[in-house]
C-alpha cells in the first residue's frame, strides 16, 4: 500500500527546520504485515528529542529513515499467526519490542531485550528487513515503530491494547514520555513515600517523572529547568519546589532545603553537566538516576572515593526499566483516576507537514509534547 510519511534522508540538518526541512514528507510503499506482525493506522504521534537527536545527528541511525516512534492507533490487519488483537482494536505503540527469550527478557526486563535492540540499531523490524521503501530503494525503520506516516508494520510485541474510550493524542504519550518518566520513579528508582526527589529537565519525560513522583508519595519534588514556562507546568502537576538551573546556586539551593540533598535526583535533559547537578544534589546514600541521552563519546567524570565511602548509586534507566504490557495499563488507570495528568503534557497538535516547525518548538523548548494528528 502507499503511505505518506516523514522521512529523514541525511542527518545533521541546522535550525530553524522549518527553512532546512530534514523531514521530507513524502509517499513510501508499505508492504502488509509478515507472520507475527501488525499493520496500524496511526492516530497521533508524538515529537520526542530521540527524534531530534537522529535529526541533529546526535543519534547515528542509518539511512534513510522513516522518524516516529510514540504513537497510539488502530489495528487495521494482522499477519499470519497473530490471534490475540483483533481489527479494530486501538493500541499504544513501545519502541522496543522484546522477544521474551533472550537473557534479559527471561529475568523480566523487556527493556533491555537483546534482539530488540540490534533491530533497532539496525533500523529493521526484529522479523528481518524493512516493510518500507521507495523507487531509490528501502527505507530503515526508527525504533521498530515508524510513526510519522498515516500507517505502519510493526512487530505484535511493540503493541499493548488498550481501551477504546482513551483519546489516542493523549493514548499516543505513554508509550515514551510516560513509560520513560514514571517508569524511572517507580521502577529504576522505586522511591519510597515521603521521599525527596529532584528532577532536572522539564521536558515530556521530566514532567512525566514529577508526576510520577508525586504520585509514588514523594514528599518533596524539585523541578528544575531554564524554561519559566515549564516550571509554572511542573508545579500544576506536582512539583512543591522549583528551580531555575539558569541559577549559579541551584545546586546549593536544593541541598540546603534539604539538608544535604534529596533520596533520590533524576536526570532528563541529555547533558553531562545536568548528570554532574544531578549528583551533587543527591545525599549520602541516595541514588542519581538518568534517562537523558547526549551524544554518544559523553562521559561523566565520577569521584570513586565518593562513590564508595558515601555508598552512592548511580543507575541508568531506558525506556523507564518498564514491562509495557504491565506499566502501559497502571499507569492509564492513574491517569483516569487523577494521580498522572497526562493530559497536560500536550501542548500543541499540528499535521503532518507542518513537523519541521514542530521541532523547532521542540529545540527552542517552547513545547513539551506536540503530536501529530492523522
Known amino acids: ?22 523531514l521530507e514528507i513524502a509517499t513510501i510503499r508499505l508492504d502488509p504485515p509478515g507472520p507475527g506482525e501488525v499493520l496500524v493506522r496511526i492516530a497521533a504521534a508524538g515529537l520526542c528529542h530521540s527524534d531530534l537527536s537522529v535529526i541533529n545527528g546526535d543519534r547515528p541511525r542509518p539511512m534513510p529513515m ?24 486501538h493500541v499504544v505503540l513501545v519502541f522496543m519490542p522484546s522477544c521474551g527469550h533472550c537473557i534479559p527478557c527471561a529475568e523480566g526486563r523487556p527493556a533491555l531485550c537483546e534482539p530488540g535492540a540490534a533491530a533497532n540499531g539496525a533500523g529493521v523490524l526484529t522479523g528481518g528487513g524493512s516493510r518500507l521503501s521507495d523507487d531509490s530503494g528501502a527505507i530503515h525503520h526508527h525504533l521498530g515503530v515508524s510513526a510519522f506516516a498515516d500507517h505502519a508494520v510493526v512487530a505484535r510485541e511493540s503493541l499493548v491494547k488498550i481501551d477504546r ?16 518518566g514514571v517508569g524511572a520513579v517507580v521502577n529504576t528508582a522505586r522511591i519510597a513515600a515521603g521521599s525527596t526527589v529532584a528532577v532536572i529537565g522539564l521536558g515530556g519525560v521530566g514532567l512525566a517523572a514529577v508526576m510520577g513522583a508525586r504520585a509514588a508519595g514523594a514528599s518533596r519534588i524539585f523541578a528544575i529547568d531554564m524554561s519559566p514556562d515549564k516550571l509554572a507546568l511542573a508545579l500544576e502537576v506536582g512539583a512543591t519546589d522549583i528551580v531555575d538551573a539558569r541559577d549559579a546556586d541551584a545546586v546549593e539551593r536544593v541541598r540546603a532545603a534539604t539538608g544535604g540533598g534529596v533520596d533520590t535526583a533524576f536526570e532528563f535533559a541529555g547533558v553531562v553537566r545536568a548528570l554532574e547537578n544531578a549528583v551533587a544534589m543527591t545525599r549520602r546514600g541516595g541514588m ?52 498522572l495528568p497526562v493530559n497536560k503534557l500536550l501542548t500543541g497538535r499540528l499535521r503532518l507537514e507542518d513537523i519541521n516547525a514542530g521541532f523547532d518548538r521542540l529545540h527552542d523548548g517552547s513545547a513539551v509534547r506536540q503530536v501529530v494528528e492523522f
Open 1 to 22: 500500500m502507499q503511505v505518506t510519511a516523514a522521512i529523514l534522508r541525511t542527518m545533521g540538518a541546522k535550525p530553524p527546520y522549518a527553512e532546512s526541512r530534514p
Open 288 to 339: 542519581t538516576v538518568t534517562a537523558g541521552l547526549p551524544p554518544p563519546g559523553a562521559a561523566l567524570p565520577v569521584n570513586v572515593v565518593q562513590l564508595v565511602a558515601e555508598e552512592r548509586t548511580l543507575k541508568g534507566s531506558y525506556i523507564g526499566t518498564c514491562v509495557p504490557v504491565r506499566d502501559i495499563p497502571r499507569y492509564i488507570a492513574l491517569y483516569r483516576d487523577g494521580r
Open 165 to 180: 474510550d482513551l483519546p489516542l493524542a493523549e493514548a499516543a504519550l505513554f508509550g515514551c514520555a510516560v513509560l520513560t
Open 66 to 89: 522513516a522518524l516516529g516512534h510514540e504513537a497510539a492507533g488502530v489495528v487495521a490487519g494482522l499477519g499470519a499467526g497473530v490471534r490475540d488483537l483483533e481489527i479494530g482494536d
